[in-house]
């Protein structure tokens, strides 16, 4: 994690994020991507076109609040990647919706059938 922000500034900060902010996040948890493939995966999400206004002042947010790392691929493309911060924010977002939705031994055994499915 940076030393600029502190886990409760990072956690703090994260819980501000917009939806579609979140979901860049957790979509650059899998690997660093580019922008036109990030814009690919939240179409798939939201199943519609997602704008290119959109997008890429949401991704130049994200590096301004060192969520995400913008590097340059070649002259016309930008990769994105996430930073330690962005890492803690997707998890504090996980471990928060978790806090709530595991309530009793079923629903943690849902939640269970799920990471086992992704593994």
């Known amino acids: 994690m940076s030393e600029v922000h502190s886990v409760a500034e990072t956690a703090t900060a994260a819980r501000d994020l917009t939806a579609f902010q979140h979901r860049i996040l957790v979509i650059l ?6 922008g036109l493939a990030i814009k690919r995966e939240l179409e798939a999400y939201y199943g519609s076109e997602v704008n290119h206004g959109r997008l890429y002042p949401n991704l130049d ?18 990769q994105y990647e996430l930073t330690d911060d962005g890492y803690e924010a997707v998890l504090d977002s996980l471990q928060w919706t978790l806090s709530r939705f ?11 059938d799920l990471v086992d499915e992704q593994l």
């Open 61 to 78: 947010d994200l590096v301004g609040m060192e969520f995400v790392e913008k590097s340059e691929l070649d002259k016309r493309t930008n």
């Open 102 to 112: 595991v309530t009793d031994e079923d629903r943690a055994e849902v939640v269970r």
């Open 29 to 34: 948890s899998e690997r660093p991507m580019y």
